[in-house]
Each structure stands twice: as structure tokens, then as C-alpha cells.
């Protein structure tokens, strides 16, 4: 990849319909069984677009070129086996990776994620630990909100501390949090900024049922506000509820399917070595 | 689900439990032991041979390096009593007893500091995951291992305070052998007994309280030692009248004071010794997570991350006023990281201490030693480029999260040079403090006319303090040697590949800061045009700084 241009477009201090101040989605009022079928496809100019993306290390592919588009308002999801490179891809979408063929572009440019503009378009959600182990939780996330220029910071923090079932844990090092209160941490991070596009590696990993019900309901709510989203998953409920689409890492070909067609095959046994 | 074991296929409820069927007795810690010892005994002759010929070696480098220092130190002393006249002879070997004895202490105190935040046996990971869960008198087990390490405090206090009294009372030319060896075994056998009693102390809040009384015990005993080097740097500054008190005063409440000590200290050792076993899971766990860190960065050639490792305390808890906001003066992405390294910086005043404490230190040798204008340059380099490496702490810390900083929307060529102002601005009061003192000390600062006042000097050393801030900034990205190949031959020893630009990178760039300074030391006086090359040498530092560490947050990331 050696394009370095600048991500162009429309604004990002977009707030999603209904949001509270600084883009932290409305927690849905009810978190019952999620909505199935239907699958949405959005009508509009892709915001994030895959082209022939091959990914790897030391030159050799791990999973066949992957093509596919995500819409502002579209959930796109990441299916397939462990190892299959699900995190791969999404860590060249993310430009932690170079890829070894292809392109990933953010309205239209190369993505270079040591740019402003995809800094303030692109949230992630990866299995890293992506926090100031020395600022407390509040903290963290007050930091990233001004930093991203949200007006009434306070009240969007406790808002988003409550919604993750964090309030009590507000002044605690991300250290002294259980792995799942961490993840809980690293999404609200991810909320309490504006976004247009969320990358998410596998978000509903170690969270608690009530976690998982909750997860859902934000990222649905995210979707309906116009947020494009591509996230890992093995979730065949965050499959079958967020997912319009969803495309099938494998080494011979990447295919994509539907959200139903998807959770079939996530609970299909997988062939032993 | 079926499993094929040795042929025959397994039903989930057919699987062998592991470990002795019922009724039959547990291993015992020396039966656990001797099955382990093959393995760990399967070394072959040539490394042992190896391991002994690389211990010698070192053994002797050291031992060495360490008589060398010895008798260059004692003709250091013994020349300045020979050039003080009659009297003052007594003074100055008094006030190099205190010294020599000041400063073992210190280092004692700073050693059993390290010890106790390790924890009583500090076994390391893996042996901790192996031990905590086995089913033997945890006792048993910790006992070997704390004899071990409190043998090893043992010599190393003996070391320390052998060594220190052979030099304060080698000093006396008319001593004799005799005389020199009874110092330097009584030196030695005081330090053990120190070293030995110290260790068994400190193991005490690990066995018996829980991490948290660990790292606060950790940090009184630094403090202790802090006060002592703080109390002999005053003592240097003011003076201190010592020439009344004949050493022979001191004798006898000083010998009341180490039995009395000694007493205590072996007593705590056979109480530690007595309940190591109660030592908790979370303690051995903590100390060991710390003992690999330590272990990490040592091999690394990294002194920060050894802070760290020492320092850290993982599970604090920050108060606020509820509804409060935390970083009220945060406005956006800049402000916002400013914010992040000033909140760290806040909450870790030892930082600012360290800091004075660098600045004091050209202050200290130029009013002790009166030496060379050169060493005075030399010292004001070392203590630029410390305290800004201090004071950069918090910002490098944050620079190691590259996936929280690319939360930020901040680009990441912009975000070195952010993470540098708050340092740079710190630095500048620094330069503005210590280099002018440093200056009056040494004679540099006489009358009003430009480039001989204070304000002069004053002026020269604000605008170095940026320029070893961008030092710092160099050294805070550097490369870690490469651990992974094969070590290089070097006239120091065998070395990994890249120690040596670990340990340069970011010094060199201080260098180049000082060079200014080092001029206005040599011709006596902060003229205007050593500040405006001042001014140059510290651009361009900040932008070499900056271009090499977003050259490297590229790599990190």
C-alpha cells in the first residue's frame, strides 16, 4: 500500500439519530430476542470497500481475496473457522497491516490509519489492550471524548459507564477490571466518540449473557443511526440479529452470504486437522 | 465425543483422572523434587564447563573492577587529606567516614526496597504457576528458596559495607594491614548481618499482609534512602560542622545502635522464617510478575521500565468528586494528550523530586569538589538529559499504547511533537533553575555584564532544557537489543546485538544540547552568541527527536 492520500467526504461529528451528545447511541429500552431475517441492503456509495484484499504474513495469504462493500447503516459481519484470518482482515481494514494484495478504501481514498481523518472516522474494537493502564476507567474515556471534540462530556461518560455497567468501576484501573468489564471498557470507548465506521474483533467475546443482550441492542441501535460496521464473530445471535450480510473467510474462496446462511454455517462442525 | 488413547477408543467418562487414586498418600516436596531434577540436571558437560568459566570470569572482572575503583578513590582521599594541612586531616576523614557510611546505608535501603516488592522468594512465573497449586506444605517449598535469597542479601550487604569501610578507613596512611583488614571484615560482617536481617524484614508485609503493604514498604524504604543522599548533599551544601565531633564519641552509641538493630532485624528473619508458609497465592503471583519485569528490562538495558516494574502498583483506585469531570481542561486532540501526560505526571511527584534532585547534583560536586569546569559541563549533561528522561516518563508510557493513542484523532506524525511540549516547557524552568545555580558554585557568576550574569545564565539554560527534552524523546523509542540472535564479541564482553544503541540513543542527541553549555562553562561566561547557538542545538535536537520517534511509533505500532 503506498498511497498516503486523505480520507475525503462527509463530515464526521455526524451524531446518529437519537444519540446523546458525542455519538454514544441511546441503549435500546427493551433487550429481548433479536429481529430475524430482513436482511437491509442499504441503497447509497460504499463507505468502506474491500477490493481483492489478500492479507497474511511473511508474504503467504492466510485466506483467500476478499471482496465486499459496507454501507453507512450496514452490518457487515466476518465469518469462519479459528485461524481462518477473520482478525487478519480486519486488521488490514484496520491499516495495522499492510496488505499483500488488493485495497481497503474509506470513501473512496486508501485507508493510512496515522491519519486525522481515519482516526476520527474509524473506531476498533480488537483484542489488544487499548487503554492507559494508568488512567482510571473514567478517565479513559472523558480523554477520548474531548479529545474528540464531544460537547458535555461528564453526562455522555456516566451515560456510557452505565449503559457497560461500569458506574461503580468509574475510578478504577483498567487493571483491576475483570477481562469482561475490560471488553465493556474498550466498547464504551469505542462509543463515547463520534464514528462513521466500527471495526469490531469478535465483541461479544467473555461477555456475561446480560453483556451479550446488551452488545446487540447498542450495535443495532448504531446500524439504524447510519454507522457502517464489519465485525468478527462466531455469534450466531449477533449474526441472525445485526448482520445484512456476511462473508465467509476460507483459503479457497471468500463468499458473501446472508445473515442466515451465515449461522448455519457458524454451527456446522468444523473438519478436525 | 470419543478419543483415540494408545489405541483404544475413549468415551469422555472412560479418561484417566490424573494424580494418586484414593487412600494413597500425597507426594512429598522431596519426592516432587527429585523427579524434577533430571530434567532440570540434563545440561551436558560443556555448559556446565561453560557456566564456570563464564562465572570466573565475571568474578574476576568484577572483583577487578572493584579494587580498581577502591584504590583510585582512597589516593582520591588520601591526597585531599594530604592537601588540608594538620588539623583538618581528623575533619576530613570524619567527614569521609560519614560519607562512605551514608552512602551504604542508602544503597542498602535501596536494595532491600527491591527485595520487598519482589517478595519474600521471588520465584519467578513459571516456578509460581508449578508450586502454588501443588498439594505440599507450602513451607516446605519456600523455605530452600528464602535461604537461598537471604544468603545472597547476606553477601551482597557484606560486599557493600566491606567495601565502603576499607575505603573510609584505608584513608589513614598510617593504618597498616591489620588495621585495614579488621575494617574491611568488620565492614563485611556488619553488612551481612544488615543484608540478612534487612531481607528477612522486608519479607515480612509479603507473607504477612497482602501487595498493596509490599509496595508501601517498598516506598518507605526508598524514601529512607532518598532522605539519606538528600541529608549528605546538605550537609555538602551548608557545610556541616563536623570538625568538633572526634570519631571516638561516636563509637559507642554507634555499636548500641547496630546490636540493637542486628537484634531486631534476626529476630524478624526467624519469625519470617517460621511463617513463610502462610505466604498467599496473590503475593507469590504479584512478586513474580514484578521479578519478570525486572528480569526484562535488566537484560534490556532498560533503567525505566526497572522503575516501573519497581514502582508499579496495579491495582490503585483515583477519587474524584462524583459528577465531576476529571480532565475539566482538556478541549480536543491536543489538549486532550497534554492532559492524559500531565494527569500521569501529577499523580508521581517523585518525578519532580528526582528532577530537583538532578539539578542538585552539578550543584553538589561543584561546591564539594571544586571540579573541573569540564566535569561541571559533563555533570549538567548527565543531569539535563535524567531529568528530562524523568519528567518524559508518563509521556512515553502512554506512547507504548499505540492502539489506545490511535483512539485520539491525532495523527501519529503530530503526536511525538505533542507529547514533547508539555516536557519541553518543564525542562525549560529546569535549565532556567539548575544551570545559573550550577554556575554561581562554580565561580561562573560575577557582576551584571552580559553573558557573567545570572539572568545570562539563567537564559542559556531555558533553552537547553527543550533541547534535552527532545533528547529525551529520542531515547524514550529507542530499539531494544536484539535478544533473539546470537551475542556480539565487544571489548565490554559479549553483548546482544544493539545494546550499545540502546544505551547511546538519546545521550548522543543530549550531547549535541550541551555543546553550547560546555562552551559557556569554558570561557566563563553566557555570551550571546553560545545562547543563540544554544537556541540552534536545542531546534535542531527537538527535531531530530521528533522526526526518530515518529520514525518509531511507526515500527511500534
Known amino acids: ?273 | 465425543m470419543t478419543l483415540q488413547l494408545d489405541g483404544d477408543e475413549l468415551d469422555g467418562d472412560d479418561l484417566p483422572l490424573p494424580g494418586p487414586a484414593a487412600g494413597e498418600p500425597l507426594p512429598t516436596r522431596a519426592e516432587l523434587v527429585s523427579e524434577a531434577a533430571p530434567s532440570r540436571a540434563a545440561r551436558g558437560l560443556r555448559t556446565t564447563v561453560y557456566d564456570v568459566y563464564t562465572t570466573v570470569l565475571q568474578t574476576g572482572i568484577g572483583g577487578g573492577l572493584l579494587l580498581g575503583a577502591s584504590g583510585s578513590l582512597r589516593n582520591a582521599l588520601q591526597a585531599g587529606l594530604s592537601s588540608t594541612g594538620d588539623g583538618p586531616g581528623l575533619v576530613s576523614r570524619t567527614s569521609g567516614v560519614l560519607t562512605s557510611a551514608g552512602l551504604a546505608v542508602a544503597a542498602v535501603l535501596v536494595l532491600l526496597g527491591a527485595l520487598c516488592r519482589i517478595g519474600p522468594v521471588s520465584l519467578g512465573t513459571a516456578p509460581t504457576a508449578w508450586w502454588t497449586p501443588l498439594p505440599v506444605e507450602r513451607g516446605d517449598l519456600l523455605r530452600p528458596v528464602l535461604r537461598q535469597r537471604a544468603l545472597v542479601s547476606a553477601v551482597t550487604g557484606a560486599v557493600i559495607c566491606g567495601w565502603a569501610g576499607s575505603i573510609a578507613v584505608g584513608t589513614s596512611p598510617d593504618l597498616g594491614t591489620a588495621g585495614f583488614l579488621s575494617a574491611l571484615g568488620g565492614g563485611a560482617a556488619l553488612g551481612a548481618a544488615l543484608g540478612l536481617g534487612g531481607y528477612a524484614l522486608v519479607t515480612r508485609p509479603a507473607i504477612t499482609a497482602g501487595t498493596r503493604a509490599v509496595v508501601r514498604t517498598g516506598a518507605v524504604l526508598d524514601a529512607l534512602a532518598l532522605a539519606v543522599v538528600a541529608a549528605l548533599a546538605v550537609s555538602a551544601l551548608v557545610g556541616l560542622a563536623v570538625d568538633e565531633v572526634a570519631p571516638t564519641a561516636l563509637v559507642v552509641p554507634a555499636v548500641v545502635a547496630v546490636v540493637l538493630a542486628v537484634v531486631a532485624l534476626l529476630t524478624a528473619g526467624a519469625r519470617s522464617w517460621r511463617d513463610v508458609g502462610a505466604t498467599s497465592a496473590v503475593s507469590l503471583r504479584s512478586g513474580a510478575a514484578r521479578l519478570g519485569r525486572l528480569t526484562s528490562s535488566v537484560l534490556q538495558a532498560d533503567v525505566r521500565e526497572l522503575g516501573r516494574a519497581l514502582a508499579a502498583d496495579a491495582t490503585g483506585r483515583r477519587r474524584r468528586r462524583r459528577g465531576a469531570s476529571r480532565v475539566p481542561w482538556a478541549r480536543g486532540p491536543a489538549s486532550a494528550v497534554w492532559s492524559a501526560d500531565w494527569l500521569l505526571l501529577r499523580r508521581q511527584p517523585r518525578r519532580f523530586l528526582t528532577a530537583a534532585a538532578f539539578a542538585l547534583v552539578p550543584l553538589v560536586v561543584a561546591a564539594g569538589t571544586g571540579a573541573p569546569r569540564g566535569v561541571l559541563a559533563l555533570l549538567l549533561w548527565l543531569a539535563g538529559y535524567w531529568a528530562a528522561t524523568t519528567l518524559s516518563e508518563p509521556a512515553r508510557s502512554m506512547a507504548l499504547v499505540p492502539a489506545a493513542a490511535r483512539a485520539l484523532p491525532v495523527s501519529q506524525t503530530r503526536l511525538p511533537l505533542l507529547r514533547l511540549v508539555p516536557v519541553a516547557v518543564l525542562m525549560a524552568v529546569w535549565g532556567a533553575v539548575a544551570v545559573p545555580l550550577a554556575a554561581t558554585t562554580s565561580g561562573l557568576v560575577h557582576g551584571e555584564t552580559t553573558g557573567t550574569a545570572w539572568w545570562a545564565w539563567a537564559l542559556l539554560g531555558a533553552f537547553a532544557g527543550p533541547g534535552w527534552a527532545g533528547a529525551a524523546l529520542r531515547g524514550a523509542l529507542r530499539p531494544d537489543p536484539d535478544l533473539s540472535r546470537p551475542q556480539v564479541s565487544t571489548a565490554m564482553g559479549s553483548l546482544p546485538p544493539g545494546a550499545i544503541a540502546a544505551v547511546s540513543t538519546g545521550p548522543d542527541l543530549g550531547v549535541l544540547v550541551t555543546v553550547p553549555v560546555l562552551l559557556a562553562v569554558l570561557s566563563r561566561g553566557a555570551f550571546p552568541l553560545l545562547v543563540q547557538g544554544q537556541v540552534l542545538a536545542s531546534a535542531a535536537a527537538v527535531g531530530l527527536g521528533w522526526w526518530y520517534a515518529a520514525h518509531r511509533a511507526r515500527k511500534i505500532s
Open chain 1, 1 to 273: 500500500m503506498s498511497q498516503k492520500q486523505q480520507p475525503t467526504g462527509a463530515s464526521t461529528r455526524r451524531k446518529p439519530a437519537g444519540a446523546k451528545p458525542g455519538g454514544a447511541a441511546p441503549a435500546a429500552k427493551t433487550a429481548g430476542a433479536p429481529a430475524r431475517g430482513k436482511p437491509r441492503r442499504k441503497s447509497g456509495p460504499a463507505l468502506l470497500e474491500l477490493d481483492g484484499l489478500t492479507v497474511g504474513y511473511t508474504k503467504s495469504p492466510v485466506c483467500a481475496p476478499v471482496t465486499v462493500q459496507v454501507a453507512a447503516g450496514e452490518a457487515v459481519c466476518l465469518v469462519g473457522a479459528n485461524g481462518a484470518g477473520k482478525s487478519t482482515v480486519l486488521r488490514a481494514v484496520a491499516g495495522l497491516l499492510e496488505p499483500l494484495g488488493g485495497e481497503v478504501r474509506l470513501r473512496g481514498s486508501v485507508v493510512d490509519e496515522r491519519t486525522v481523518e481515519f482516526r476520527r472516522q474509524v473506531a476498533c474494537v480488537f483484542d489488544e489492550d487499548a487503554w492507559f493502564a494508568e488512567l482510571s476507567v473514567a478517565e479513559h474515556l472523558e480523554l477520548v471524548a474531548r479529545g474528540h471534540g464531544v460537547r458535555d462530556v461528564v453526562a455522555v461518560v456516566d451515560a456510557e459507564l452505565a449503559a457497560q455497567r461500569l458506574s461503580e468501576h468509574a475510578d478504577e484501573l483498567p487493571t483491576a477490571l475483570s477481562s469482561g468489564q475490560r471488553r465493556r471498557l474498550l466498547l464504551a470507548a469505542a462509543l463515547v466518540r463520534p464514528r462513521a465506521l466500527l471495526l469490531l474483533d469478535e465483541p461479544e467475546q467473555r461477555l456475561d449473557p446480560t453483556g451479550r443482550d446488551t452488545l446487540l441492542e447498542r450495535l443495532k441501535a448504531e446500524r439504524d443511526a447510519g454507522t457502517a460496521m464489519l465485525l468478527a464473530t462466531h455469534d450466531t445471535v449477533l449474526l441472525r440479529g445485526l448482520a445484512d450480510r456476511a462473508v465467509v473467510i476460507d483459503d479457497h474462496v471468500c463468499r458473501v452470504v446472508d445473515a442466515e446462511e451465515a449461522a448455519r454455517l457458524v454451527t456446522e462442525p468444523v473438519a478436525g486437522p
